[in-house]
């Protein structure tokens, strides 16, 4: 007969979010365990949940664990569910914030709207509405020792009509306006109590250590969770490590503090013992790659969240040892063989060659203010490629031993690898060879001598040329972003025009339009769109220039510093030559632009052609590609 290990119990809202406190009424605790799914719900969904409760709806078991019993409370941990408990608790806390228009009954804002036009003829509904709601979002419960109240609402309306129609309701209008307003405010009260939903609640009493299993089974359907976030639960089997690195705990320790602030217990977590405890493969992969994060802004992309499973310290370190990136799942076995703490400082040391190579072209800071965080155009595996491919001409691997040796081919290849990287990498975010999935592709690169080969000019002028044609084509009508792939070719070139004093200045450049956007808004219009913030017409200006000509050509511009008598001609023409150098135009170029309309909008398309042209040599001849 098979013995059955679970059993069902309807909990309450209450008797849930009262075994989250530190001492449960009930006598039961519910616990968060560490390889639990992250908090990942965003508003929208957390908005659901509640509707779906006060409608009555079904919204699925909370699966627990039985622990036992400690001093007398029985302790439950939690296997599934801590999206829907980590909500209801936010409810409880704040029930106010789960209100909104579509909440409010038609016939609630028709009454009192009726009423208020009466006094205030130019009020309306929506006025009513969009001010109830602000009410009700600055309370912080429904009852009335949270300020709920008729008269707490009247004064508040009479405030907004104030502030909205230089008018105020008389004492009257406010005792006649909370009479109205009572019985929908107590309407409003008992369809927010949820207390009273039961939720069914399975109770688990098997062995423990099929939880991980249990937990990815039951998380193996639908989008619920992301393959790195389920690696916290089947990881958890593996026999605990040390990490030395205090730096990689500290990013461990954000994670689970994250979780306490949301006012939730995580199993066997005592800040005072975490930086002397052991911790899982999963643990240490998710802090290396939030500390990468940290320290290399240039090559890594955050999730901007403490509690996020970053995929980068998974992906990184499987491609370092020569782990298949398709089969994650089974990457301790790989690493359990490794010295963790050399194969890290290998890692570094790697991640540091590739960040130098880089840096001098991507690291300039073209449109943006000094100190502000780079834009990360490249994917994940990109990056992730070529790192491997430095990791693996660094060092000689033996994954099956777990062997890290130094590669005696690596100072031959040393010099190649730091000329070529640069342009690997802006060749083929130019070709978007990274679109769509990169496991193999990113396996292939880094096991092979792809990066070591040279990128010919009859490469660069096939890749080019492609690319200048989808950029001509665009069809703009309205200002849009510009476009970060131009950005980083621009930066290829200004990085060499760049002087170090210019660099490291003050000075903020902006990369913009030559040919102000104004100029040919009005153009595009009439021509269903016109390739504006195509490369053909962009570049590095400064930014007191660029913001001081508005939607003037900087010869215009200059013209107009004479006129005002602000410059003198032979200080204009000095002040045109440093921006000339940066924008690769002269006047008779520009010429052009005062008679532009759309039929002779050709001029327009050969001003794009030939500019690219001289940035195209430009890029060659600065880059010394020949």
Not at 60 to 86: H, P
């Amino acid at each position: 007969m098979i013995e059955n290990y679970t059993d069902v119990k309807p909990w309450s809202v209450e008797d849930i979010i009262n075994s989250l406190k530190d001492n449960p009424p009930k006598k039961e605790k519910i616990i968060i365990p560490k390889f639990q799914r992250t908090l990942v719900w965003n508003d929208r969904q957390r908005k659901l949940l509640i509707d779906s409760i006060k409608k009555g709806m079904p919204i699925g078991a909370i699966l627990v664990y039985k622990m036992g019993d400690n001093n007398g409370v029985t302790e439950y941990q939690l296997i599934d569910g801590l999206q829907r408990v980590t909500t209801l608790k936010k409810y409880n806390e704040k029930p106010t914030d789960f209100y909104y228009e579509e909440n409010l009954s038609d016939d609630f804002v028709k009454s009192v709207w009726e009423f208020l036009s009466q006094q205030i003829p130019q009020i309306n509904e929506e006025d009513v509405k969009k001010f109830i709601i602000e009410w009700i979002r600055s309370i912080k419960g429904f009852e009335e020792a949270q300020n709920f109240s008729s008269f707490k609402l009247a004064n508040f309306l009479d405030n907004k009509i104030k502030e909205y129609f230089q008018q105020e309701l008389t004492k009257e209008d406010i005792t006649n306006l909370v009479e109205l307003l009572t019985p929908y405010l107590q309407k409003i009260k008992k369809e927010s109590d949820i207390s009273d939903f039961k939720i069914p609640v399975i109770i688990y009493t098997g062995e423990k250590t099929e939880l991980p299993i249990i937990f990815e089974r039951i998380n193996s359907k639908g989008t619920q969770l992301n393959k790195y976030q389920i690696f916290a639960a089947t990881w958890s089997t593996y026999e605990p490590i040390e990490i030395q690195n205090t730096e990689i705990i500290d990013k461990i320790k954000a994670k689970y503090d994250a979780l306490i602030d949301e006012g939730l217990e995580v199993e066997n977590y005592d800040p005072s013992k975490f930086y002397t405890s052991k911790f899982t493969y999963f643990e240490y992969l998710f802090g290396l790659g939030k500390l990468l994060v940290e320290k290399y802004p240039l090559l890594f992309k955050s999730s901007n969240s403490e509690h996020e499973a970053d995929s980068i310290g998974f992906n990184l370190v499987a491609i370092c040892i020569n782990h298949k990136l398709n089969r994650l799942d089974r990457l301790p076995e790989t690493l359990r063989k490794f010295d963790l703490n050399e194969l890290e400082k290998n890692l570094f040391e790697a991640v540091n060659f590739v960040n130098h190579s880089l840096i001098p072209f991507i690291g300039l800071k073209a449109n943006k203010k000094h100190g502000s965080e780079f834009p990360v155009i490249h994917s994940e595996l990109q990056m992730v490629s070529i790192i491997g491919k430095v990791f693996n001409s660094m060092y000689q691997i033996n994954n099956q031993k777990g062997n890290i040796e130094k590669n005696p081919k690596w100072t031959s290849k040393k010099d190649i690898l730091k000329r070529n990287i640069p342009y690997h990498y802006l060749y083929d975010i130019i070709k978007g060879y990274w679109s769509g999935t990169g496991d193999k592709k990113a396996m292939e690169r880094a096991y092979s001598e792809w990066y070591e080969n040279n990128i010919d000019k009859d490469q660069w002028d096939s890749l080019l040329a492609e690319w200048y044609e989808n950029e001509k084509n665009k069809k703009e009508k309205n200002r849009t972003s510009i476009n970060k792939i131009a950005v980083f070719f621009l930066k290829y070139i200004y990085t060499h025009l760049l002087t170090a004093n210019e660099e490291l200045s003050t000075t903020e450049f902006e990369v913009d339009h030559v040919i102000p956007f104004a100029r040919l808004k009005s153009i595009a219009e009439q021509m269903d769109g016109l390739p504006i913030s195509s490369i053909g017409n962009l570049a590095l200006i400064k930014k007191e220039i660029n913001r001081e000509k508005r939607d003037k050509t900087i010869y215009e511009y200059c013209d107009e510093l004479i006129k005002n008598k602000k410059m003198t001609q032979s200080q204009c023409e000095e002040k045109t030559k440093e921006i000339e150098k940066y924008t690769f135009t002269n006047s008779n170029m520009l010429s052009f632009i005062n008679k532009l309309s759309k039929d002779n909008i050709d001029k327009f398309y050969d001003y794009l052609d030939k500019r690219f042209s001289i940035m195209k040599q430009k890029f060659y001849e600065t880059n010394e590609i020949n």
